[in-house]
């Protein structure tokens, strides 16, 4: 067991923590693309936390595993992130608006 910080907390193993802060990040993260060993948890991305070579305009990957709710639980119809992504993509690939040309509807 690790000592994480100031916080003095026992750190789970497969936990993940923000290079910056040390947040928990295991459930929600982005991932710099360019640097290896970057981590940061929303709000230091969010702030354009930089921290050795790591540089706000990096490219970045969201890490989530798929079930973390942009619009949290309260959000009607529950969304995650995976299905908010999918929708994203649909409309940058095929226009806002009527979709019937394009999918089937089973």
Known sequence: RLKIGPFSKMA???????????????????????????????ECFSAGAEIGNHRRWHGYQQV??????????????????REEQSLL???EQYGFGNWVHHF???
Not at 14 to 41: H, Q, S
């Open 89 to 91: 993509d649909a409309i």
């Open 12 to 42: 789970d193993l497969g936990k993940k923590y923000c290079v910056n802060c040390l947040a928990d990040v295991t459930n929600l993260r982005l991932r710099c693309t360019d640097c290896p060993d970057i981590e940061l948890c929303p």
């Open 64 to 81: 989530d595993g798929g079930l973390f709710s942009l619009w949290g639980p309260e959000a009607e119809g529950g969304w995650t992130s």
């Open 104 to 106: 089937v509807i089973v």
